[in-house]
């Protein structure tokens, strides 16, 4: 599946953290009843992202989960659980927080963000963006910001070529002002290219790009084109060589929440905050409204469906209770 990372704010209070598994062996087979499985029951303090392989064999979070007497001091690390019911691994031991985790498709190869300095290479104590193997092996800092700023969201794409992340960093000599911007850079540190020039408004709720490294969507509040002067968080989309920047959404009064782009780079789907739910096909920025009461769509890599959470919350509506369903997309 393609790389998508959502921006959320980390649980400050103690919270029961359960990760289930269902998303993955859903997708892969859209015609069988899900089923899903609880694979973690920890009380933590904070709940971290997830990411998933393409045949959903290991999932790795983020948590501050001491299960072996390995992290102490209670920093959020790395985690790694083989699925269904395999082990538990502590994949990192750093010495600062990580958080942003994606995988690759073949789930042999992480990414995430951390200020701290495993390698010697990272004195000043900004978040980079890191690499490694599935088992924290070969890790490699894939950023550096010397000169201030800081990585922030980061995602791999599922070929394992390319990471997107954001950065408030002067990485190319395009971005002296310090502004969050989008870049992306290969997973052989070549490559490195500044994606957008946004002058302030821009948070980059969520990034995401195609297996392949070639396609980037995102949503955003920023007006990035001078299409959204009214500052409506609006989904775009452009290619990882910096060109075809494009508001596919024109929002006035209704942000777009959640999206995710197919795998393979065919299309996007979204979900708005009055739960609309839509795809949209590369290159076209005219949607196809697919359910209401709907958020957080799954594209599949092949495009052919679309899992989502639905449901509402007005009483007295007959789908009030929420519940996952799949949707075929033509
Ligand atoms: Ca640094
Ligand atoms: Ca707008």
């Known amino acids: 599946m393609a790389g998508l990372r959502r921006f959320r704010a980390p649980l400050s209070t103690a919270t029961r953290f359960v990760l289930f598994l269902g998303v993955a062996a859903l997708l892969a087979s859209p015609a069988i009843a899900q089923r899903v499985r609880q694979i973690t029951r920890f009380d933590v303090t904070h709940l971290g992202n997830h990411a998933v392989d393409d045949l959903g064999s290991v999932a790795f979070f983020t948590s501050d989960i001491d299960p072996y007497g390995t992290n102490p001091q209670g920093l959020i690390q790395v985690f790694k659980k083989t699925l269904p019911g395999g082990s538990l691994v502590q994949v990192t031991a750093l010495e600062d927080d990580a958080y942003d985790i994606s995988v690759s498709d073949d789930g042999g190869t992480i990414a995430f963000v951390s200020a701290a300095d495993p390698l010697g290479a990272n004195p000043d104590g900004s978040a980079e963006v890191f690499l490694a193997d599935g088992d924290g092996g070969s890790m490699v800092q894939l950023t550096n910001h010397p000169a201030g700023g800081n990585a922030g969201n980061a995602v791999l794409a599922g070929g394992a070529g390319k990471v997107l992340f954001s950065s408030t960093g002067d990485l190319t000599g395009s971005n002296p002002s310090g502004h969050l911007q989008l ?144 949707r075929g997309v033509r």
């Open 183 to 326: 870049f992306v850079i290969g997973t052989d540190g070549t490559g490195l290219l500044q994606l957008t020039s946004a002058t302030g408004a821009s948070v980059f709720d969520e990034i995401a790009i195609n297996d392949l490294g070639i396609g980037v969507a995102f949503t955003d509040s920023g007006d990035l084109t001078g299409g959204n002067p009214d500052g409506s968080t609006e989904l775009y989309r452009m290619m990882a060589d910096g060109t075809g920047l494009t508001q596919v959404t024109s929002t006035t009064d209704d942000d777009v929440r959640s999206m995710s782009y197919a795998g393979k780079g065919t299309m996007l789907a979204y979900a708005t905050n009055g739960g609309e739910l839509y795809s949209v096909p590369w290159g076209s920025t005219t949607a196809t409204v697919r359910d209401d009461l709907a958020a957080y769509p799954s594209l599949n890599d092949n495009a052919t469906a679309i899992y989502y959470v639905c449901g509402g919350h007005q009483p007295g509506d007959p789908r009030r209770r929420q519940q996952h369903r799949v």
